[in-house]
Protein backbone atom coordinates (compact mmCIF):
# COMPACT_ATOMS: atom_id res chain seq x y z
CA UNK A 1 0.00 0.00 0.00
CA UNK A 2 1.19 3.54 -0.77
CA UNK A 3 2.77 5.11 2.26
CA UNK A 4 3.61 9.08 2.90
CA UNK A 5 6.74 9.37 4.79
CA UNK A 6 7.72 12.84 6.91
CA UNK A 7 10.67 13.31 9.31
CA UNK A 8 9.70 15.62 12.08
CA UNK A 9 12.16 18.91 12.03
CA UNK A 10 12.59 21.59 14.65
CA UNK A 11 9.71 23.22 13.01
CA UNK A 12 7.15 20.42 13.61
CA UNK A 13 8.00 19.83 17.12
CA UNK A 14 5.36 19.76 19.78
CA UNK A 15 2.74 19.47 16.77
CA UNK A 16 -0.44 16.89 16.44
CA UNK A 17 -0.14 14.47 14.07
CA UNK A 18 -3.63 15.66 12.82
CA UNK A 19 -2.24 18.90 11.93
CA UNK A 20 1.27 17.46 10.26
CA UNK A 21 -1.28 15.45 8.03
CA UNK A 22 -3.52 17.88 6.96
CA UNK A 23 -1.16 20.90 6.60
CA UNK A 24 1.98 19.00 6.10
CA UNK A 25 1.05 15.96 4.17
CA UNK A 26 -2.05 17.84 2.47
CA UNK A 27 -4.31 15.04 3.45
CA UNK A 28 -7.81 15.36 3.38
CA UNK A 29 -10.21 15.37 6.15
CA UNK A 30 -11.96 12.20 4.25
CA UNK A 31 -8.06 10.62 3.70
CA UNK A 32 -7.25 11.16 7.35
CA UNK A 33 -10.57 9.27 8.78
CA UNK A 34 -9.39 6.28 5.98
CA UNK A 35 -6.13 5.78 7.54
CA UNK A 36 -7.25 6.07 11.12
CA UNK A 37 -9.41 2.75 9.96
CA UNK A 38 -6.08 0.84 9.33
CA UNK A 39 -4.28 -0.74 12.33
CA UNK A 40 -1.57 0.50 10.61
CA UNK A 41 -2.41 3.45 8.97
CA UNK A 42 -1.16 6.11 11.14
CA UNK A 43 2.69 5.42 12.34
CA UNK A 44 4.75 7.54 14.28
CA UNK A 45 8.36 5.43 14.34
CA UNK A 46 6.59 2.60 13.16
CA UNK A 47 4.23 2.52 16.28
CA UNK A 48 0.49 3.04 15.70
CA UNK A 49 -0.60 6.45 16.85
CA UNK A 50 -3.75 8.66 17.94
CA UNK A 51 -3.87 11.82 15.62
CA UNK A 52 -3.48 14.24 19.14
CA UNK A 53 -0.25 12.78 19.97
CA UNK A 54 2.29 15.59 19.40
CA UNK A 55 5.62 14.61 17.51
CA UNK A 56 8.97 15.70 18.43
CA UNK A 57 11.92 16.73 16.03
CA UNK A 58 13.93 13.59 14.84
CA UNK A 59 10.92 11.36 14.82
CA UNK A 60 9.47 10.14 11.45
CA UNK A 61 5.40 10.20 10.62
CA UNK A 62 3.54 8.13 7.92
CA UNK A 63 0.83 7.46 6.94
CA UNK A 64 -0.98 4.74 4.52
CA UNK A 65 -2.98 6.44 1.44
CA UNK A 66 -3.12 3.95 -0.80
CA UNK A 67 -6.81 1.80 -1.38
CA UNK A 68 -7.40 -1.31 0.72
CA UNK A 69 -9.00 -2.80 -2.03
CA UNK A 70 -9.67 -2.72 -5.98
CA UNK A 71 -12.72 -2.40 -8.23
CA UNK A 72 -14.69 -5.20 -7.39
CA UNK A 73 -17.49 -4.37 -9.94
CA UNK A 74 -14.40 -4.04 -12.54
CA UNK A 75 -12.92 -7.32 -13.98
CA UNK A 76 -9.42 -7.10 -14.71
CA UNK A 77 -9.27 -7.76 -18.42
CA UNK A 78 -6.39 -7.25 -20.79
CA UNK A 79 -6.74 -5.60 -23.54
CA UNK A 80 -4.60 -2.66 -25.60
CA UNK A 81 -3.66 0.29 -22.79
CA UNK A 82 -0.92 2.67 -24.05
CA UNK A 83 0.25 4.26 -20.95
CA UNK A 84 2.86 7.35 -21.28
CA UNK A 85 3.17 8.29 -17.96
CA UNK A 86 3.33 6.20 -14.42
CA UNK A 87 4.48 6.33 -10.61
CA UNK A 88 3.07 5.37 -7.75
CA UNK A 89 0.36 7.64 -7.67
CA UNK A 90 -0.78 8.20 -10.73
CA UNK A 91 -1.63 7.13 -14.44
CA UNK A 92 -1.85 9.03 -17.62
CA UNK A 93 -2.97 7.11 -21.10
CA UNK A 94 -3.36 7.93 -24.46
CA UNK A 95 -7.34 6.05 -24.71
CA UNK A 96 -8.10 5.15 -28.23
CA UNK A 97 -11.13 5.97 -29.98
CA UNK A 98 -14.59 3.70 -29.43
CA UNK A 99 -13.15 2.66 -26.02
CA UNK A 100 -15.73 2.78 -23.30
CA UNK A 101 -13.77 4.07 -19.98
CA UNK A 102 -16.59 2.84 -17.68
CA UNK A 103 -18.08 -0.91 -18.00
CA UNK A 104 -21.88 -0.45 -18.84
CA UNK A 105 -24.28 -2.52 -21.03
CA UNK A 106 -22.97 -4.03 -23.58
CA UNK A 107 -19.26 -3.37 -22.47
CA UNK A 108 -17.92 -5.33 -19.33
CA UNK A 109 -14.97 -6.50 -20.45
CA UNK A 110 -13.35 -4.13 -23.07
CA UNK A 111 -13.27 -0.71 -21.44
CA UNK A 112 -10.35 1.09 -20.34
CA UNK A 113 -10.87 0.46 -16.44
CA UNK A 114 -11.04 -3.36 -17.35
CA UNK A 115 -7.45 -3.41 -19.44
CA UNK A 116 -6.20 -0.82 -16.46
CA UNK A 117 -7.25 -2.96 -13.91
CA UNK A 118 -5.76 -5.88 -15.38
CA UNK A 119 -2.47 -4.06 -15.41
CA UNK A 120 -2.60 -3.01 -11.76
CA UNK A 121 -3.35 -7.14 -11.37
CA UNK A 122 -0.20 -7.67 -13.51
CA UNK A 123 1.56 -5.30 -11.16
CA UNK A 124 0.32 -7.16 -7.66
CA UNK A 125 -0.98 -3.96 -7.09
CA UNK A 126 -4.24 -3.28 -4.99
CA UNK A 127 -6.20 -0.02 -6.42
CA UNK A 128 -9.38 1.04 -7.23
CA UNK A 129 -10.40 2.71 -10.71
CA UNK A 130 -10.18 6.70 -10.35
CA UNK A 131 -10.54 8.32 -13.58
CA UNK A 132 -10.01 11.99 -13.06
CA UNK A 133 -10.82 13.84 -16.53
CA UNK A 134 -13.36 11.60 -18.01
CA UNK A 135 -13.39 11.05 -21.68
CA UNK A 136 -16.45 10.18 -23.96
CA UNK A 137 -16.68 6.58 -25.67
CA UNK A 138 -15.79 8.63 -29.20
CA UNK A 139 -12.93 10.41 -27.69
CA UNK A 140 -9.10 9.37 -28.03
CA UNK A 141 -6.34 10.82 -26.36
CA UNK A 142 -4.69 11.65 -22.60
CA UNK A 143 -6.83 11.24 -19.87
CA UNK A 144 -4.95 11.18 -16.10
CA UNK A 145 -6.41 8.02 -13.78
CA UNK A 146 -5.27 7.84 -10.10
CA UNK A 147 -3.98 5.24 -8.47
CA UNK A 148 -5.84 5.88 -4.61
CA UNK A 149 -8.33 7.98 -3.73
CA UNK A 150 -6.16 10.50 -1.89
CA UNK A 151 -4.32 11.10 -5.37
CA UNK A 152 -7.79 11.44 -6.60
CA UNK A 153 -8.69 13.80 -4.48
CA UNK A 154 -5.86 16.44 -5.40
CA UNK A 155 -6.29 15.87 -8.57
CA UNK A 156 -9.90 16.78 -8.40
CA UNK A 157 -8.92 19.91 -6.65
CA UNK A 158 -6.72 20.87 -9.36
CA UNK A 159 -9.64 20.39 -12.17
CA UNK A 160 -11.31 22.34 -10.07
CA UNK A 161 -8.59 25.18 -9.47
CA UNK A 162 -7.64 25.20 -12.84
CA UNK A 163 -3.89 23.86 -12.40
CA UNK A 164 -4.76 20.85 -14.35
CA UNK A 165 -5.28 21.79 -17.72
CA UNK A 166 -6.98 19.84 -20.67
CA UNK A 167 -6.49 21.00 -24.25
CA UNK A 168 -8.24 19.22 -27.43
CA UNK A 169 -8.30 19.28 -31.26
CA UNK A 170 -11.50 18.99 -32.99
CA UNK A 171 -12.78 18.56 -36.58
CA UNK A 172 -15.88 20.12 -37.26
CA UNK A 173 -18.02 20.42 -39.97
CA UNK A 174 -17.95 23.67 -41.49
CA UNK A 175 -15.49 26.82 -39.82
CA UNK A 176 -16.52 28.30 -37.04
CA UNK A 177 -16.77 32.24 -37.30
CA UNK A 178 -15.03 34.53 -35.93
CA UNK A 179 -12.05 32.05 -36.39
CA UNK A 180 -11.24 32.64 -32.60
CA UNK A 181 -13.34 32.98 -29.87
CA UNK A 182 -15.02 31.72 -26.56
CA UNK A 183 -18.48 30.09 -26.26
CA UNK A 184 -19.80 31.12 -22.80
CA UNK A 185 -22.90 29.43 -22.75
CA UNK A 186 -24.41 27.41 -20.17
CA UNK A 187 -25.25 23.77 -20.64
CA UNK A 188 -28.33 21.59 -19.01
CA UNK A 189 -29.95 18.12 -19.84
CA UNK A 190 -31.88 17.92 -22.93
CA UNK A 191 -35.84 17.57 -22.01
CA UNK A 192 -36.72 13.76 -22.32
CA UNK A 193 -33.12 12.51 -22.94
CA UNK A 194 -31.36 10.52 -20.75
CA UNK A 195 -28.08 11.75 -22.85
CA UNK A 196 -27.90 14.80 -24.81
CA UNK A 197 -27.14 17.97 -23.43
CA UNK A 198 -28.15 21.85 -24.91
CA UNK A 199 -27.42 25.08 -24.70
CA UNK A 200 -29.78 26.64 -21.82
CA UNK A 201 -29.98 29.73 -19.97
CA UNK A 202 -31.03 27.63 -16.36
CA UNK A 203 -28.26 25.39 -17.16
CA UNK A 204 -24.44 25.10 -15.40
CA UNK A 205 -22.06 27.32 -16.37
CA UNK A 206 -19.83 26.69 -19.39
CA UNK A 207 -17.00 27.94 -21.14
CA UNK A 208 -14.75 26.67 -24.03
CA UNK A 209 -12.19 28.56 -25.52
CA UNK A 210 -11.36 28.18 -29.83
CA UNK A 211 -9.32 28.51 -32.45
CA UNK A 212 -9.40 27.36 -36.09
CA UNK A 213 -6.12 25.71 -37.03
CA UNK A 214 -6.40 25.03 -40.39
CA UNK A 215 -9.33 24.30 -42.81
CA UNK A 216 -10.41 21.70 -45.09
CA UNK A 217 -12.74 19.86 -47.45
CA UNK A 218 -15.18 22.32 -46.18
CA UNK A 219 -14.06 21.46 -42.06
CA UNK A 220 -12.06 23.21 -39.71
CA UNK A 221 -9.44 21.50 -37.46
CA UNK A 222 -10.09 23.98 -34.05
CA UNK A 223 -8.23 23.79 -30.68
CA UNK A 224 -10.10 24.19 -27.50
CA UNK A 225 -9.00 24.89 -24.11
CA UNK A 226 -11.79 24.27 -21.59
CA UNK A 227 -12.67 26.49 -18.40
CA UNK A 228 -15.29 23.74 -17.04
CA UNK A 229 -15.85 20.36 -17.44
CA UNK A 230 -19.58 20.19 -18.11
CA UNK A 231 -20.92 16.75 -19.81
CA UNK A 232 -20.66 16.97 -23.45
CA UNK A 233 -19.16 20.35 -23.50
CA UNK A 234 -17.33 20.70 -26.86
CA UNK A 235 -19.94 18.54 -28.64
CA UNK A 236 -22.43 20.54 -27.39
CA UNK A 237 -21.13 24.44 -27.82
CA UNK A 238 -19.11 23.71 -31.41
CA UNK A 239 -23.18 22.33 -32.17
CA UNK A 240 -24.02 25.68 -30.81
CA UNK A 241 -21.90 27.30 -33.03
CA UNK A 242 -23.17 25.93 -35.79
CA UNK A 243 -20.51 23.49 -36.59
CA UNK A 244 -20.60 20.05 -34.97
CA UNK A 245 -18.32 17.59 -34.93
CA UNK A 246 -17.50 14.96 -37.59
CA UNK A 247 -18.82 12.35 -37.20
CA UNK A 248 -20.73 13.28 -34.07
CA UNK A 249 -23.70 10.37 -34.42
CA UNK A 250 -25.62 12.53 -31.49
CA UNK A 251 -25.18 16.17 -32.19
CA UNK A 252 -24.06 16.03 -36.06
CA UNK A 253 -24.16 13.40 -38.32
CA UNK A 254 -22.17 9.89 -37.81
CA UNK A 255 -19.20 9.24 -40.32
CA UNK A 256 -18.82 5.91 -42.05
CA UNK A 257 -14.62 6.31 -41.62
CA UNK A 258 -14.81 7.05 -38.17
CA UNK A 259 -15.66 3.87 -36.57
CA UNK A 260 -17.32 3.73 -33.23
CA UNK A 261 -15.56 7.52 -32.50
CA UNK A 262 -15.93 10.91 -33.29
CA UNK A 263 -13.28 13.37 -34.23
CA UNK A 264 -12.64 15.05 -30.86
CA UNK A 265 -8.97 13.95 -29.49
CA UNK A 266 -7.50 15.18 -26.12
CA UNK A 267 -4.14 16.66 -27.20
CA UNK A 268 -2.25 17.61 -24.08
CA UNK A 269 -2.96 17.63 -20.20
CA UNK A 270 -0.88 19.54 -17.33
CA UNK A 271 -1.05 19.05 -14.04
CA UNK A 272 1.02 18.47 -10.99
CA UNK A 273 2.36 15.34 -8.97
CA UNK A 274 -0.65 14.49 -6.75
CA UNK A 275 2.12 14.12 -3.74
CA UNK A 276 5.37 15.83 -4.89
CA UNK A 277 3.85 19.06 -7.14
CA UNK A 278 6.07 18.55 -9.61
CA UNK A 279 4.21 19.91 -12.68
CA UNK A 280 3.83 17.68 -15.31
CA UNK A 281 3.38 18.05 -18.88
CA UNK A 282 2.16 15.29 -21.68
CA UNK A 283 1.00 15.78 -24.94
CA UNK A 284 -0.13 13.27 -27.95
CA UNK A 285 -0.84 13.67 -31.51
CA UNK A 286 -3.80 13.94 -33.93
CA UNK A 287 -4.79 10.47 -35.23
CA UNK A 288 -4.42 9.92 -38.86
CA UNK A 289 -7.96 9.23 -39.05
CA UNK A 290 -9.09 12.22 -38.27
CA UNK A 291 -5.96 14.63 -39.94
CA UNK A 292 -7.57 12.80 -43.00
CA UNK A 293 -11.23 14.34 -42.69
CA UNK A 294 -9.42 17.75 -44.03
CA UNK A 295 -8.22 16.19 -46.72
CA UNK A 296 -11.20 14.07 -48.17
CA UNK A 297 -11.73 15.83 -51.65
CA UNK A 298 -8.07 16.11 -52.01
CA UNK A 299 -7.69 12.39 -52.20
CA UNK A 300 -11.07 11.89 -54.36
Same mark, same amino acid.
Given at each position: ??????????????????????????????? =??????????I??D??????? =?? =???????????? $????? $??????????T??????????? @?? +?????? !????? !??? @?????????????????????????????????????????? !?????????N??????????????????????????????? /? =????????????????????????????????? $??????????????L???????????????????????? /?????????????????S /?P??? +????????????
Open positions: MRRLTMPIGPAQEGTAVQTILRRELGLSAAA =VRRAKTLAEGLLGVPVFTN =VR =VMAGQILSVAVG $DQSGS $DQIAPVPGPLIVYEDEDLVIV @DK +AGGVAV !HPSQG !HYG @DTLANFLMAHYAAQGLVAAFHPVNRLDRGTSGLMAVAKHAHA !HEKLQEQLQGRLQRTYLAVCEGVPVPWRGCVDAPIARAPG /S =VLRRQVCPQGAEARTHYEVLQTGSGRALVHLRL $DTGRTHQIRVHLAHGCPLAGDFLYGTELPQLSQRFALH /SAAIQLCQPVTGQPLSF /SLPA +ALEDLLMANEKE
